[in-house]
């Protein structure tokens, strides 16, 4: 059941709330040990703060309906902890913007599905709490960083979602678990109460099962705050009204540095034949240069984890979260003096509380600000980014929305790609240039492989044309069925 | 030719205040000389002209007025420390 | 012969109502951790928003220092790790700073030294961290974390402590003129950094600069600047190197002492905040600031002795306190001789100030007081000496003087009714100083008059009685003559 359904069985009395939340309790009951797409589920806690919506109201656009939160967004008084080690018990004591949009909605917070720690991966594989696995195939992963979210809206075990988006992370688990997923505009949902990995390129956005249900989440969660410096002051337009309006006359961008070699062969066909049913729908087809685009991965490791081993440096044992035991030095004789306890429970802490991916992308990111490199690594990274930007100015003048695959393969094995990070990294090849341009990007399902599993195909827009997204993705889906195809574990 | 030295490691790591074993070490050295090779490739993008982005929107000037807003009761902060002393956050002693 | 060559970095806390990036109140002696929040805290997810006032204060004390604003500033990330930064950066600015290429003239003999100031920018403070003396311990009270601070530093211009010192009491006149900051050292809302460094007297390289931390008053200031320039200028001429280092003042033993070091020179990895976006400072607003700005303490001197004729030490001194000088001008407006209320300014409520060891804005005075005082003096209905005792008085009272005066039938004795049997009678008592008068020794006479006073309890007019002795004694010396 998607979100605009549920919605109307409510207000036209034809269903009651409580029963939903008790059958996806009963389902995560029964497949979330397995898939592990929730870090945890309270569901007396749940059933009580439902009680208590339907009670007290506020009756909003989401009145009574649970919308599952990614371990990255602030819930007051919740355990919110990045699925690391050195959040833990760390429980805010203030909401995220966005919670609170939702909660105005009338909605119930639903914590908490699994991410990659920090949000730094495409697989969930490098979470404190353990792997989540693609519904479509345990085998595989859902992908990252917001696979938890992914995996649950793909397997039924909610209704929709919220994740973040930084190179990727929602719309690649939504391409791999054949789901919708949103990447707004850069500036267009608050940030405040989204545990920064890299500030100028994060998002959070909705994850769905279909492209109504996330025009409805987007509207909700959109539009300036006060409390973010970097959120825009334009004003949210009616993204629902958007859906079912005729594509005809549009142009549809085709990259050619896209299409090149690397990319899986099904994958690659799946997008043709969505882009021949965009062309029947009345688009146009044209093809557009993105010609910075093998430089992206670069310039975005750059700047990302530069931003990243910055907005890390506050996870210190000091204040809260963890902090690492005590324990005697005893210095053996001519060895160096001491540094001081204090520095000794930074290293400590920090070593252990954090995981490998994690202390990765601070080393990184320490060493292209440093002394001596900050111009050649960080200040060029920016550079490029300028042109990756000016590369996307320029295509959307000869189109109205940009097509292209979402990953170069579809979901692949848990622990597959464990051991080499930069193929992990040159895996975002197609998702990272729109964080660093800050243009909106949609994932949506457009076929699956001959094992069955999903993939995914991109819409891209000039920022703040989320409307034009929803109105080619509406379209695109009505004209097809992928958004129908459930995984066989949901069918249980 | 390895681009980061055994020794810019583990400065680098002391700068980041990690505590890396001697495996991670070793290992780290490796990827993060890997990864570093692959970005210099960046060199090649003729950026002489070209301004930095640091912000992708064109914002300025987003301030707030110089108004009070509720503080936090301490003890909502203070119950989240790992070590306190009454009103205090505490943590060993720097020894300078 | 060696010549020291000082800079100086200072940090002013604003006083606005509530911190640079978040709501909370910034005062000073909270309880611990009561004025904070998530966002000074820097707690996991939060941002920070920019201070409106805080930036247009900042824009003002870059326009009484004669900067060149930027056309658009930005913050930047500094790095390092410590318990009293909550995010282990500190927001501050690199290199695009609010101001640059200012400068602050000093006095210098008869005339002003130009210093010139390389540069204010904005940043947030920490934290304090406070350490437990037996316990292998450290305390962090969050409520500074966030507060304010303009960041002004100096060229390294300065040529002697006692240079350094004016320049710190020139800056603090300013600033407390602006009205932004109570640059109290005490209390930490200024603070000062000292670099000095030596080399041979007219020389153009720069020495090997040392910086000097600690120092808690401006006279410390000049006191370590003194210290180090013997102890650098006694290295050298030893023929030892200097080296660059960060020492501390310590106020017990009067010495400078280097700082255990930390490991190596800090690299801040400095880059730009990308939760912030750029401030671009227009000419419209610029205009606007630099029309609320108040007459400033050069200004004012400048106007002082063309206007009321005042020597360059008068309209120094009372130019250096706004208030002091807001004063004085009112009092002129109600008893226009300039000179008198200067010196009464200065001899009388500065004096006050300083023996009490109180800013003159902490002192309640009323213009009219003081002209009372002042007709009251002239009308002969009090001394000079009684004018200054009522004066005190006054203040701490909180009382007009001419109430005081009423009240306690202070004015003096002008009646010669009253004076001269007091006159008849001291002549009567003492020949042998009516003698030594009549001999030509004048200071006898000032006994006389000595006496009078004593007899009437101070009350007695002391010019009037001079005369009426006089009278009498020039009367009775005629008689004697005949």
């Given at each position: 059941?998607?979100?605009?359904?549920?919605?109307?069985?409510?207000?036209?009395?034809?269903?009651?709330?409580?029963?939903?939340?008790?059958?996806?309790?009963?389902?995560?009951?029964?497949?979330?040990?397995?898939?592990?797409?929730?870090?945890?589920?309270?569901?007396?806690?749940?059933?009580?703060?439902?009680?208590?919506?339907?009670?007290?109201?506020?009756?909003?656009?989401?009145?009574?309906?649970?919308?599952?939160?990614?371990?990255?967004?602030?819930?007051?008084?919740?355990?919110?902890?990045?699925?690391?080690?050195?959040?833990?018990?760390?429980?805010?004591?203030?909401?995220?913007?966005?919670?609170?949009?939702?909660?105005?909605?009338?909605?119930?917070?639903?914590?908490?599905?699994?991410?990659?720690?920090?949000?730094?991966?495409?697989?969930?594989?490098?979470?404190?709490?353990?792997?989540?696995?693609?519904?479509?195939?345990?085998?595989?992963?859902?992908?990252?960083s917001s696979g938890g979210s992914a995996t649950a809206v793909a397997a039924d075990l909610a209704l929709g979602a919220l994740g973040t988006d930084t190179g990727g992370s929602i719309?690649?688990?939504?391409?791999?678990?054949?789901?919708?997923?949103?990447?707004?505009?850069?500036?267009?949902?608050?940030?405040?109460?989204?545990?920064?990995?890299?500030?100028?390129?994060?998002?959070?956005?909705?994850?769905?099962?279909?492209?109504?249900?996330?025009?409805?989440?987007?509207?909700?969660?959109?539009?300036?705050?006060?409390?973010?410096?970097?959120?825009?002051?334009?004003?949210?337009?009616?993204?629902?009204?958007?859906?079912?309006?005729?594509?005809?006359?549009?142009?549809?961008?085709?990259?050619?540095?896209?299409?090149?070699?690397?990319?899986?062969?099904?994958?690659?066909?799946?997008?043709?034949?969505?882009?021949?049913?965009?062309?029947?729908?009345?688009?146009?087809?044209?093809?557009?240069?993105?010609?910075?685009?093998?430089?992206?991965?670069?310039?975005?490791?750059?700047?990302?984890?530069?931003?990243?081993?910055?907005?890390?440096?506050?996870?210190?044992?000091?204040?809260?979260?963890?902090?690492?035991?005590?324990?005697?030095?005893?210095?053996?004789?001519?060895?160096?003096?001491?540094?001081?306890?204090?520095?000794?429970?930074?290293?400590?802490?920090?070593?252990?509380?954090?995981?490998?991916?994690?202390?990765?992308?601070?080393?990184?990111?320490?060493?292209?600000?440093?002394?001596?490199?900050?111009?050649?690594?960080?200040?060029?990274?920016?550079?490029?980014?300028?042109?990756?930007?000016?590369?996307?100015?320029?295509?959307?003048?000869?189109?109205?929305?940009?097509?292209?695959?979402?990953?170069?393969?579809?979901?692949?094995?848990?622990?597959?790609?464990?051991?080499?990070?930069?193929?992990?990294?040159?895996?975002?090849?197609?998702?990272?240039?729109?964080?660093?341009?800050?243009?909106?990007?949609?994932?949506?399902?457009?076929?699956?492989?001959?094992?069955?599993?999903?993939?995914?195909?991109?819409?891209?827009?000039?920022?703040?044309?989320?409307?034009?997204?929803?109105?080619?993705?509406?379209?695109?889906?009505?004209?097809?069925?992928?958004?129908?195809?459930?995984?066989?574990?949901?069918?249980? | 030719?390895?681009?980061?030295?055994?020794?810019?490691?583990?400065?680098?790591?002391?700068?980041?205040?990690?505590?890396?074993?001697?495996?991670?070490?070793?290992?780290?050295?490796?990827?993060?000389?890997?990864?570093?090779?692959?970005?210099?490739?960046?060199?090649?993008?003729?950026?002489?002209?070209?301004?930095?982005?640091?912000?992708?929107?064109?914002?300025?000037?987003?301030?707030?007025?110089?108004?009070?807003?509720?503080?936090?009761?301490?003890?909502?902060?203070?119950?989240?420390?790992?070590?306190?002393?009454?009103?205090?956050?505490?943590?060993?002693?720097?020894?300078? | 012969?060696?010549?020291?060559?000082?800079?100086?970095?200072?940090?002013?806390?604003?006083?606005?109502?509530?911190?640079?990036?978040?709501?909370?109140?910034?005062?000073?002696?909270?309880?611990?951790?009561?004025?904070?929040?998530?966002?000074?805290?820097?707690?996991?997810?939060?941002?920070?928003?920019?201070?409106?006032?805080?930036?247009?204060?900042?824009?003002?004390?870059?326009?009484?220092?004669?900067?060149?604003?930027?056309?658009?500033?930005?913050?930047?990330?500094?790095?390092?790790?410590?318990?009293?930064?909550?995010?282990?950066?500190?927001?501050?600015?690199?290199?695009?700073?609010?101001?640059?290429?200012?400068?602050?003239?000093?006095?210098?003999?008869?005339?002003?030294?130009?210093?010139?100031?390389?540069?204010?920018?904005?940043?947030?403070?920490?934290?304090?961290?406070?350490?437990?003396?037996?316990?292998?311990?450290?305390?962090?009270?969050?409520?500074?974390?966030?507060?304010?601070?303009?960041?002004?530093?100096?060229?390294?211009?300065?040529?002697?402590?006692?240079?350094?010192?004016?320049?710190?009491?020139?800056?603090?006149?300013?600033?407390?003129?602006?009205?932004?900051?109570?640059?109290?050292?005490?209390?930490?809302?200024?603070?000062?950094?000292?670099?000095?460094?030596?080399?041979?007297?007219?020389?153009?390289?720069?020495?090997?600069?040392?910086?000097?931390?600690?120092?808690?008053?401006?006279?410390?200031?000049?006191?370590?600047?003194?210290?180090?320039?013997?102890?650098?200028?006694?290295?050298?001429?030893?023929?030892?190197?200097?080296?660059?280092?960060?020492?501390?003042?310590?106020?017990?033993?009067?010495?400078?002492?280097?700082?255990?070091?930390?490991?190596?020179?800090?690299?801040?990895?400095?880059?730009?905040?990308?939760?912030?976006?750029?401030?671009?400072?227009?000419?419209?607003?610029?205009?606007?600031?630099?029309?609320?700005?108040?007459?400033?303490?050069?200004?004012?001197?400048?106007?002082?002795?063309?206007?009321?004729?005042?020597?360059?030490?008068?309209?120094?001194?009372?130019?250096?306190?706004?208030?002091?000088?807001?004063?004085?001008?009112?009092?002129?407006?109600?008893?226009?001789?300039?000179?008198?209320?200067?010196?009464?300014?200065?001899?009388?409520?500065?004096?006050?100030?300083?023996?009490?060891?109180?800013?003159?804005?902490?002192?309640?005075?009323?213009?009219?007081?003081?002209?009372?005082?002042?007709?009251?003096?002239?009308?002969?209905?009090?001394?000079?000496?009684?004018?200054?005792?009522?004066?005190?008085?006054?203040?701490?009272?909180?009382?007009?003087?001419?109430?005081?005066?009423?009240?306690?039938?202070?004015?003096?004795?002008?009646?010669?009714?009253?004076?001269?049997?007091?006159?008849?009678?001291?002549?009567?008592?003492?020949?042998?100083?009516?003698?030594?008068?009549?001999?030509?020794?004048?200071?006898?006479?000032?006994?006389?008059?000595?006496?009078?006073?004593?007899?009437?309890?101070?009350?007695?007019?002391?010019?009037?009685?001079?005369?009426?002795?006089?009278?009498?004694?020039?009367?009775?010396?005629?008689?004697?003559?005949?």
């Amino acid at each position: 059941m998607t979100i605009h359904e549920l919605r109307a069985a409510i207000e036209g009395g034809r269903c009651d709330p409580r029963q939903v939340l008790d059958e996806l309790l009963e389902r995560i009951a029964q497949h979330n040990p397995r898939l592990h797409a929730y870090i945890r589920v309270e569901p007396e806690r749940l059933r009580a703060a439902l009680q208590e919506r339907l009670q007290r109201g506020p009756r909003g656009r989401l009145f009574g309906i649970p919308i599952t939160i990614k371990d990255n967004i602030c819930i007051q008084d919740e355990d919110t902890g990045c699925s690391s080690r050195i959040l833990t018990g760390f429980r805010p004591p203030y909401h995220a913007t966005v919670i609170e949009r939702l909660l105005a909605e009338g909605a119930v917070v639903m914590p908490r599905a699994n991410m990659d720690e920090f949000a730094f991966g495409s697989s969930t594989e490098s979470s404190h709490f353990g792997p989540t696995r693609n519904p479509w195939d345990p085998d595989r992963v859902p992908g990252g960083s917001s696979g938890g979210s992914a995996t649950a809206v793909a397997a039924d075990l909610a209704l929709g979602a919220l994740g973040t988006d930084t190179g990727g992370s929602i719309r690649q688990p939504a391409a791999f678990c054949g789901v919708v997923g949103l990447k707004p505009t850069y500036g267009r949902v608050s940030r405040y109460g989204l545990i920064a990995f890299a500030s100028s390129l994060d998002q959070i956005g909705p994850i769905t099962k279909d492209v109504q249900d996330c025009a409805l989440l987007l509207s909700v969660i959109a539009g300036q705050d006060p409390r973010d410096s970097t959120s825009a002051p334009v004003e949210v337009p009616d993204y629902p009204a958007s859906l079912g309006q005729s594509v005809s006359g549009l142009r549809f961008g085709v990259p050619k540095e896209y299409f090149v070699e690397g990319i899986d062969p099904e994958v690659r066909d799946a997008v043709e034949q969505a882009a021949k049913t965009l062309e029947r729908l009345g688009m146009r087809r044209v093809e557009v240069g993105l010609p910075h685009t093998p430089y992206a991965v670069a310039a975005y490791y750059i700047i990302a984890t530069a931003e990243a081993s910055s907005n890390l440096a506050r996870y210190d044992g000091v204040q809260y979260g963890y902090r690492a035991a005590n324990g005697s030095r005893l210095q053996a004789p001519g060895s160096r003096p001491p540094q001081g306890d204090l520095i000794e429970m930074y290293l400590r802490t920090r070593a252990e509380g954090f995981g490998p991916e994690a202390k990765r992308r601070i080393m990184l990111g320490t060493y292209v600000l440093s002394r001596g490199y900050y111009e050649a690594y960080y200040l060029k990274g920016l550079k490029v980014r300028t042109l990756i930007k000016r590369d996307f100015d320029e295509a959307f003048e000869r189109c109205d929305v940009i097509l292209t695959p979402t990953s170069p393969t579809a979901a692949f094995r848990l622990g597959e790609k464990l051991d080499n990070p930069l193929q992990m990294y040159l895996s975002d090849i197609f998702t990272i240039s729109v964080n660093l341009a800050g243009i909106p990007a949609l994932s949506m399902p457009c076929g699956f492989t001959a094992s069955k599993l999903p993939i995914g195909m991109q819409l891209l827009a000039a920022p703040f044309q989320e409307p034009r997204l929803f109105q080619v993705a509406h379209a695109y889906e009505q004209a097809t069925d992928w958004h129908r195809q459930t995984p066989a574990i949901a069918l249980n | 030719m390895a681009v980061v030295s055994r020794q810019d490691i583990e400065q680098v790591a002391l700068l980041a205040r990690l505590k890396l074993e001697e495996q991670e070490l070793a290992t780290f050295s490796a990827q993060l000389d890997e990864i570093l090779k692959y970005v210099q490739q960046l060199q090649a993008v003729s950026t002489d002209t070209i301004e930095p982005t640091s912000h992708v929107l064109p914002l300025s000037n987003i301030t707030r007025p110089d108004e009070r807003r509720p503080c936090l009761r301490p003890e909502a902060s203070l119950n989240l420390a790992p070590a306190r002393h009454g009103q205090l956050i505490k943590v060993p002693k720097v020894i300078e | 012969m060696h010549e020291p060559v000082i800079g100086l970095e200072v940090h002013v806390q604003l006083a606005t109502e509530s911190k640079l990036f978040c709501g909370c109140p910034a005062a000073f002696g909270a309880l611990p951790n009561s004025q904070t929040c998530p966002v000074c805290l820097g707690l996991p997810g939060v941002l920070p928003v920019l201070n409106q006032r805080a930036f247009e204060w900042g824009i003002k004390v870059a326009l009484a220092f004669d900067c060149e604003l930027a056309d658009s500033m930005k913050f930047d990330r500094k790095q390092y790790y410590y318990p009293d930064l909550p995010k282990n950066y500190q927001i501050s600015q690199y290199d695009r700073p609010l101001a640059r290429a200012g400068h602050l003239d000093i006095p210098a003999g008869e005339g002003t030294k130009r210093i010139g100031i390389t540069r204010v920018h904005m940043e947030e403070d920490a934290g304090k961290l406070l350490h437990d003396p037996q316990q292998p311990h450290s305390y962090v009270d969050f409520n500074r974390a966030g507060v304010p601070l303009l960041e002004i530093v100096s060229e390294p211009d300065l040529r002697s402590p006692e240079e350094a010192y004016q320049y710190l009491v020139e800056l603090k006149s300013v600033l407390r003129y602006l009205d932004v900051s109570t640059c109290n050292m005490e209390e930490g809302s200024l603070r000062c950094d000292a670099n000095i460094s030596v080399r041979p007297a007219g020389g153009a390289a720069l020495g090997t600069k040392v910086e000097i931390k600690n120092l808690n008053s401006f006279k410390f200031v000049r006191a370590a600047l003194e210290f180090e320039a013997v102890r650098q200028t006694g290295a050298l001429k030893e023929g030892w190197r200097i080296v660059q280092e960060t020492r501390l003042w310590n106020t017990k033993t009067q010495h400078t002492e280097p700082m255990r070091s930390k490991e190596g020179a800090s690299d801040y990895r400095y880059f730009p905040e990308p939760d912030l976006v750029p401030f671009g400072i227009e000419r419209s607003v610029v205009d606007r600031l630099r029309r609320e700005l108040p007459e400033l303490p050069a200004q004012r001197r400048a106007r002082y002795t063309a206007q009321y004729g005042l020597s360059a030490y008068d309209a120094h001194v009372l130019t250096q306190h706004r208030r002091i000088a807001e004063l004085f001008e009112q009092t002129v407006s109600l008893y226009a001789k300039p000179k008198p209320v200067a010196n009464w300014m200065m001899g009388g409520l500065l004096a006050y100030c300083n023996a009490k060891g109180k800013e003159p804005d902490e002192v309640a005075v009323q213009p009219a007081w003081l002209v009372h005082l002042l007709q009251a003096v002239d009308a002969g209905t009090i001394s000079g000496t009684m004018a200054k005792e009522l004066f005190v008085e006054a203040i701490e009272q909180q009382q007009d003087p001419q109430q005081i005066i009423a009240a306690r039938g202070l004015s003096q004795i002008v009646d010669d009714g009253v004076l001269g049997p007091i006159a008849d009678a001291v002549i009567a008592e003492h020949p042998k100083s009516v003698q030594d008068y009549r001999k030509g020794k004048h200071n006898a006479l000032m006994f006389l008059v000595g006496q009078c006073m004593r007899r009437s309890e101070g009350k007695a007019n002391p010019t009037q009685v001079t005369e009426l002795l006089k009278q009498k004694l020039h009367q009775q010396g005629q008689e004697v003559t005949g």
